[in-house]
T-cell receptor
Framework: AQTVTQSQPEMSVQEAETVTLSCTYD???????LFWYKQPPSRQMILVIR??????QNATENRFSVNFQKAAKSFSLKISDSQLGDAAMYFC????????????FGTGTRLKVLA | SAVISQKPSRDICQRGTSLTIQCQVD?????MFWYRQQPGQSLTLIAT?????????ESGFVIDKFPISRPNLTFSTLTVSNMSPEDSSIYLC?????????????FGPGTRLTVT
């Protein structure tokens, strides 16, 4: 069965600094999608970034980038120049490209941004 | 992307009663999903609701407890029936606006349910 593990329940970062959130997953599939979602205290889940497993190039969205290591089944999120508005729960999610459209979510990492 | 609204945003209900949660999308979407997020926890998929077919429930969730309607491509409801305090949770709907072959889902703001 596919699983997604986020080993850091909570992280803190100083404003303007860089932080990396970790995510590992387990699957026997060769093609799949990986995501990072952000859930601020207002609780609306927001898609931060998406990575297709067949792409070797790491996805980047402005200050957010991923380090996708397919062989190691690792998918970390790097937030550069952290801002107070980045404070939220961050969820890593996995979805295979075929069969089921069901997301598998990790348990989340709470990010605190310190002024 | 898609703009999703949910009603109510929160409610406090007595045990044994039922609550129907509405999810409205600003565009037609094929796939809609209902999730439960218990306090401080991750998201658990309850069911997938496609227009024109019966909802598909995940293990541990049954239609009698969580009946779902999907009357058209922009709207769905989830009912939490015969509620108990264990049903206290946040319920979120999400959509896959580009259909099943594409990947991303977009989430509504959630409904915070407290059962007393």
């Amino acid at each position: 069965a596919q699983t997604v593990t986020q080993s850091q329940p909570e992280m803190s970062v100083q404003e303007a600094e860089t932080v990396t959130l970790s995510c590992t997953y387990d699957t026997s599939e060769s093609d799949y999608y990986l995501f990072w979602y952000k859930q601020p205290p207002s609780r609306q889940m927001i898609l931060v970034i998406r990575q297709e497993a067949y792409k070797q190039q790491n996805a980047t969205e402005n200050r957010f980038s991923v380090n996708f290591q397919k062989a190691a089944k690792s998918f970390s999120l790097k937030i550069s120049d952290s801002q107070l508005g980045d404070a939220a729960m961050y969820f890593c999610a996995y979805r295979p490209t075929s069969g089921t459209y069901k997301y598998i979510f990790g348990t989340g990492t709470r990010l605190k941004v310190l002024a | 992307s898609a703009v999703i609204s949910q009603k109510p945003s929160r409610d406090i209900c007595q045990r044994g009663t039922s609550l129907t949660i509405q999810c409205q999308v600003d565009s037609q979407v094929t796939m809609m999903f209902w999730y439960r997020q218990q306090p401080g926890q991750s998201l658990t998929l309850i069911a997938t609701a496609n227009q024109g077919s019966e909802a598909t429930y995940e293990s541990g969730f049954v239609i009698d407890k969580f009946p779902i309607s999907r009357p058209n491509l922009t709207f769905s409801t989830l009912t939490v029936s015969n509620m108990s305090p264990e049903d206290s949770s946040i319920y979120l709907c999400s959509v896959a606006p580009r259909g099943g072959m594409y990947s991303e889902q977009y989430f509504g703001p959630g409904t915070r349910l407290t059962v007393t």
